[in-house]
């Protein structure tokens, strides 16, 4: 599983011109899920997500996490970030989980994210979306389990 995160002051997703997901100061989780990953995984990314201290303290140290900022969550599936562009010029996503496997370790991780204490909204999933991002900092980190 991949994750792309972005610390963001804030964000929203639209689907077919309507907005499904908006959050405040928080983070974007932009969500690829690989062929063989588990729920174990979905979990374990979420608890680092809730819990990564990339938020300032009072010093400007990034010192504090989603949970200690009271901050929301805006999770958008994307399998283009299992993409492989080492060949030809058009992506591969052979390396992609197929379809429901993805779909059920997105909403694993939605709901592992949620009993953390994080408010979370979402886009739709498998679904073509405008994604608005206001990033702070800017801070973008990959995380990967």
């Known amino acids: 599983m991949r994750i792309v995160l972005q ?19 928080g983070m974007v989780l ?14 374990w990314l979420a ?19 989603l949970l200690d ?25 052979t390396e992609a989980a197929p379809l429901q496997e993805a779909e059920a370790l997105y909403r694993t991780l939605v709901e592992t994210l949620k ?3 994080v408010p979370v909204r979402t886009g739709e999933f498998g679904a073509r979306m405008l994604v608005e ?3 702070e900092g800017p801070v973008t980190l990959i995380l990967e389990r």
């Open 7 to 25: 610390r963001v002051r804030r964000a929203k997703v639209w689907v077919r011109d309507e907005v499904k997901g908006e959050i405040g100061r």
């Open 30 to 43: 932009l969500v690829g899920v690989r062929r063989g990953d588990s729920h174990e995984d979905a979990r």
């Open 115 to 117: 009993a953390e204490g």
């Open 133 to 135: 991002i206001e990033n």
């Open 69 to 93: 900022i009271g901050g929301e969550a805006l999770v958008v599936s994307q399998f283009t970030l299992y993409g492989d562009t080492r060949k030809g010029m058009r992506p591969s996503f």
């Open 47 to 65: 608890h680092r997500c809730s819990g990564l201290r990339i938020f300032e303290d009072g010093e400007g140290k990034m010192n504090l996490s």
